[in-house]
């Protein structure tokens, strides 16, 4: 009876950790888009505020930025290689906190990163941790 009970949490915590990841990577995708498709749209805007903050080379700064945010939101919509769209947007956000000063989407898409890679820190010790400990 307590394997069967076992089985069903483990089934259950499985279920929630997958669709909360589907909620982590929407959240990113809804927070990044815009600004990263501003960076080519209105390029030269955006080249005259890198250059304002005080960003290095920032003609070549915006595409870089642009680039890995376009990426990430490609990976992240597509469910794949997600810790690598997540661990490409985590310097590009510190950066931006940095520079532009924090704002209450860098400082989210942070939380949303952070969240996303403690779940898969969850998810690999939770084996640990639900396992059948009884004496037998």
Do not use: H
Request: glycine share 6%.
């Amino acid at each position: 009876m307590s394997s069967v009970r076992l089985e069903n949490d483990q089934s259950t915590q499985r279920r929630i950790l997958k669709w909360s990841r589907i909620a982590l990577r929407l959240a990113l995708v809804a927070l990044i888009a815009k600004p990263a498709l501003s960076k080519f749209v209105t390029y030269g805007t955006s080249v005259s505020f890198f250059d304002a903050i005080g960003m290095p080379i920032p003609s070549l700064t915006v595409i870089v930025a642009g680039l890995v945010e376009g990426v990430a939101i490609v990976l992240l919509l597509v469910g794949t290689r997600e810790r690598i769209a997540i661990l490409s947007l985590i310097p590009v956000m510190v950066v931006a906190v940095l520079y532009a000063g924090p704002s209450w989407k860098n400082i989210a898409v942070l939380v949303c990163c952070g969240a996303f890679l403690a779940e898969d820190i969850w998810m690999l010790a939770a084996p640990l941790w639900t396992a059948d400990r009884s004496v037998e």
